[in-house]
């Protein structure tokens, strides 16, 4: 991976430091084992992983001062996992889950730079039906709901992974999805609501997604 070019940040949730090693952006490409394509992961797909979006800022400070004592805690598609070294740093019983190959390396790295208890990663597709993952409290993701056949694939992996107790936070850019996503976890048993971030004067420009919550009781 010596020809990516990365870069190093630093980012602040009120006194809370998160440093994170990313992609200098999202042109960086390297697949010379050929792993990602294999996958299925195209080269214009590939960089996605490893930088810090708005949606993982946003679901990052919602969690932030979210309750997790006693809960556990899975993040879908994590991509860099802002939100997982954060709760990490609450010393949250986080696991982290994403398709691309390199999400755990860069995972590692940024445990380290945080000085951070090891966080479990197990890569893993939505329609993959045997899994080590087990159930959760509370799942959360941010910008996921890429193609309209994720409704289906993101709400089945979900409920394949939520406690009969469960609560999910996703937080979606507004890419158009979400409303079919919302109606198929109500159909899956699941309670909805959908709200703005209370403030988001930590992003360079405004955001025009929601904050999904859904749960099961």
């Known amino acids: ?3 990516l070019r990365i870069r190093y940040q630093t980012i602040e949730f009120d006194d809370v430091d998160i440093h994170v090693r ?21 080269s214009a797909t590939w960089p996605l992983f490893g930088i810090v979006w708005d949606s993982g800022l ?3 400070h919602f969690v932030f001062d979210f309750n997790v004592d006693g809960k556990r805690i899975l993040e879908v598609g994590c991509g860099i996992g802002l939100a997982s070294l954060l709760l990490n740093y609450r010393l949250a019983d986080v696991t982290a889950t994403d398709y691309h190959p390199e999400a755990e390396s860069f995972l590692l790295e940024n445990i380290k730079l945080n ?3 090891n966080i479990p990663f197990i890569r893993t ?20 709901l ?12 979900i409920n394949q992974h939520a406690k009969t107790v469960c609560e999910v936070v996703i937080v979606d850019p507004g ?4 409303a079919q996503f919302s109606k198929k976890m109500v159909k899956l048993g699941y309670s909805h609501t959908q709200s703005k971030p209370d403030t988001a004067n930590y ?6 997604g929601r904050i999904l919550r859904y749960k099961r009781l």
């Not at 200098?24 to 490409?29: E, G, L, P, S, V």
């Not at 890429?146 to 992996?157: A, G, I, P, Q």
Request: hydrophobic fraction near 30%; glycine fraction near 10%; proline fraction near 1%.
């Open 1 to 3: 991976m010596s020809s």
């Open 22 to 42: 990313t992609l200098r952006d999202n042109q960086q490409y390297c697949d010379d084992d050929g792993i990602a394509e294999k996958l299925g992961i195209s």
């Open 58 to 60: 946003v679901l990052s």
């Open 115 to 117: 000085n951070g208890k």
């Open 125 to 144: 597709g939505w329609e993959d039906k045997e899994s080590t993952l087990g159930k959760f409290d509370l799942i959360i993701g941010s910008d996921l």
């Open 146 to 157: 890429y193609e309209r056949s994720h409704v289906k694939l993101l709400s089945d992996f």
């Open 175 to 178: 890419r158009g999805n979400h």
């Open 203 to 208: 992003l360079m420009k405004p955001f025009r």
